[in-house]
């Protein structure tokens, strides 16, 4: 259950306030050469403490790699890699002992296991994704090699949102700003939004997009592991996740199917299809053009200010939190969806190579 | 990449045109009674011909069942069943063969194998749904012996939406109309709406909404196997799913955390919220709340009008379907939905028995 | 836990006095031209009643094809199959519905399932076997057109041996006698042997030896899925077989490393060896020299004549069974032999595509 | 490729003379009390420069716990452990990069993985099985809380062979000697073969017979993953394994079925067979009587003498390889084959949870 993928396959480990955070990648093939500089460049994306918008906790977040690489390539064995857990502040969370905190995992994981460690959330906690960057900053190296880029950005902090489509903005400038937004002034007004929530000692949603270009036609399946079924599943799993949807998504369902259809040309000998409501995914499979996605996020939920709740005795109690913690979980989880939809995509490129004889 | 789930796992086979669409369950416990005329009612549901606003095509559906039933009961080894087919016109797909129809498998399928079975949408026809049903039929009947009762609805068609939540509304009225809709009035207009997508010869989407009541506290998993995103997974490899979401989805984006956080309270010595913006998932682990969700579905991509295109030598041409079809997939989606929640939540129940020692 | 091989995946069901036996295909690859006659072949090698020294039970094992074929060529959607059972005496078996039969799986069901299909064996009847050659013609025709032949043939039956090294015998007779060994004086003794057994209302065991010539070196893994390690748990997944060894086995370990160490040569521009104790794989991977194996298979347990046992309640009996069984399975495990090797060797085709960029 | 086990799941990293070897051992469950220097002691156990006759190299084989174990208790997530390599001397390897060693995995890497890691074996040394050591220890600890103890010894060194069968001998006297052999006599006549077989730089194989007592009846499957298929595929997994029989194995292929058969009888209200040629396993479940089997070790490939062989140009060369290795695997084996079966045993405890409703 802490595996993920099918040929690419990711497999974690690690708790908050445990030693480390650590993951094995089986299934990368060898001969790959990778750039360890760009996998730590994303894992300090990732990173807390890199702006006034995120928490202030300071976790340097170096990835050490065990196994796997040798003489600057991939040899196709097992890549075993840890990132140190560092500043911990364990007795923060004495007082969370006995107490469930609302909306967060401390009663289900109770219910589940029987025990658990209460120390940042442990396992549920959101350090676990920093495997996932590290894991899918080798599959983007290996997707990149094969023409594919895959950027996200933040769409919509609270009730801000952007007001263009992806096509018409220049995701290049997505890290011109903290809030990791392509359009300057939008960042501006989600800057803003955040900082409110902050001072407010409360949290905010929003929505991530997710475009990846370069995608040959022919990458999925046509039953359950559908390529936006395997990308749903992907970003369904990150932490604070509500929704996914891909290419007209729900809106789509407006649409009467003569709107929707989108109609193929011939684009200099290429297939290429007038509209995109298919989102890149026709049957399951891409079909070479764009694949983009959003991914909807709910606002965190660890407050920093006294909230109602009951101990595991059931007596009715308060809960206040301590510690340093994001209002907004969406500047630093675009890298964390990049990487999950890089982890899909390299399985799918590897599934791919079997489809025909 | 044909199975479905890790402990109670199907697997199907069938194309639309051939002998028939069959599947495997493997991993059902020995033991279960069967009722086997309930899981014929399911396929009913879902089969075609059923009312005037579904298409005329007319399939009985019978499932046969070829082991892992003796006496009534499962034994524990894998339930083999078929459905045949039946009725079909594989000469209204001739024209098809070597043109890619908008937004459908077609070209995706070609790029993907090399070959296809063109007659019907092959593989990728939604005919192959009805091993689902038939397996989500008895997941149901086992779940229905611990208490668990899942129930989907039509919850908007186009623009016509169902403006209450669901607790406002008695789900037992659902199957008391043809379109699946729990409330007689905004049914009458959802009927309304897709017997005018069927005189323009068009097509409408629309959205589903599905409700798990009696899952215990404890179900799921931690990291990628999240309860919701198993969920996730399940519907959007449903064919024509865009769009998931859960609890209080992509609307909850725009709350705050402290209008978000559903406050846990003691209920006559059971754990409770007050709020439910979690859906019954807290850390990817039901708390025993209700589980509910929404699916979005794109209007679907057969016309039966002409609509330009190109052939497989890329060259401009027009497609004009003829075959007998729905003008909307959500009424007969309905026990598909359900049949995917059974499924997921069968396998999370064998899951959560060995979590603790 | 009834499915086999990781991309080539084989998923059965079906118990001996049901409807059938049948099978899924999952991971075939499109494009491969299937010759159904063959199929047909290895059933018929298979089957009951083909020569005076198996049972006289008369099974037409007619395999019929439901998907995944379409004009003569695979799809590469899955490809499901199903065996009707005929000439069932299920009556038979009433007597035995309360008894544990010695030496079969009659306890260890009970223990397992709580219920089983006391008819025939039910699921650990040798019937399912039906299922594996069925699928393992497929991989056999896949693997043909690469190059890679497996032949398979009886090594001795009770103290009966070969007495040459498969290198020494002209495995093309393997089919002209009906006990399948490739020397004819020996494949005599073979025959007396078992009908001396068949006279005795006993049974006799025996080991099969599976020889493939032709697969690629770089073929296998280096750790858990070591080549040698699947084909091992393939034909240990047999019914009755109790040991696997290959290369120099059991007698290997009593060499010392420089009698046993195979050196290699340049043979005009290829590497071989000189020797081959290694089987054919080393490390886990093939080298490209004939992979060999021995199969040790019991006599099996099913005797015509009285044994002592006891019942479910404990209580000391005795069985005396009726119906028609095999004095000794051997003659017909050949093919069931070559279809496990096959299976594992299609799916480590398919592996090998993935481990170099 | 790198995992092991359905429920009870191991992955494993590390080469030989990188950083070290890891493993994530996913699906235990919460709440067992471990003992963590009982691990420490089956490491210990394993470890080289134990004894005069094994290799000579100082490794203390320390493993660290990074996740999963909360104040001495296992959590239900997963648990990361690492051990670092020590004294490595990767330079004895330089002469050997571009050379095929005789029996090695040299050759048969190069052509799966075009690059290789030389140095020491890399991924295909026999210390990876340090982590399948450390995670048996501690799937045995599970088990020994159930009842279930496993016991594995040295049954034949080259032609010295035990002349007793297991139950009439001591097992508890198995680690009094180095050579791990339970009879005092037959160890010293083991131990010294062994030291003959390093003063004339060569190497010696042998057999590990392997015993689980206490397992219930009921766990295992009806087909592919029948229990001793499990053990099968477990134990040839192990490095330089060649065979594997369980029961009465090869030998019992000689035995006519009235001798093989195990008479069932009630001893004071428990079933139990008189016999037990079947080795605890019928139709490939356990019975609850002991599970026995045997495991063949080639004599190991490196030789501290001069070999012919051929460079990666196919140019005959020598290979005289420096480092301190052992003459005879086998008593370090011991506790490498205990492990794999407590993985087996492990794994198939959580299966059966799920066999009845």
New interface residues.
Partial sequence: ????G??F?L?????SH???????I??C????ELDLDLIQAELDRRKPGQSKITTQRNETDTV?????I?EG????????F?IKNKDQHSNDYNDLKNV?R????D???T???????HRGG???SAR?TIARVAAGAIAKQ?LS?LGISIQAFVN?V??IELDKPYTELDLSLTESNIVRCPDPLTAEKMIARIEE?GR?H??????IQCVATGV???????????L???L??AM??INAV?????????D???????????????DN?N?K?VTN???G????????QDIYM?V????????L?E????DKN???TTVNPKGRHDPCVLPRAVPIVESMAALVLADHY????????
Wanted: proline share 4%; glycine share 18%; aromatic share 12%.
């Fill in positions: 259950m802490n595996s993920f099918q040929l396959k497999t974690t480990y690690g708790e445990g030693a480390g955070i650590g993951g094995i089986d299934g093939p060898a001969g790959i050490q790699f065990f196994s796997g040798f390539k991939t040899t196709g064995t097992p890549i075993g840890f469930f609302p909306s967060h995992a009663y289900t994981y219910q589940k296991y029987g025990v658990r460690d442990g396992r549920s676990e290996l090699k919509s609270g009730e929530a407010n409360d949290t905010v949603g929003g929505t040959p036609a022919g990458w999925g399946a046509p039953v359950f592991n559908k936006h079924a395997d749903g599943f369904l799993g509500k929704g996914f949807e891909y290419g007209s998504g729900f789509g369902t407006k649409l009467s199917g003569s709107e929707h259809n989108d109609v193929f040309v011939n000998g297939v299809t409501n298919s989102g995914i026709q049957g399951g499979i891409s079909n070479g959003n909807a996020f709910k606002p965190i939920a660890t407050l200010k909230q109602k709740t009951i059931l007596k009715a590897l599934i791919s190579k079997n489809a025909k004889f």
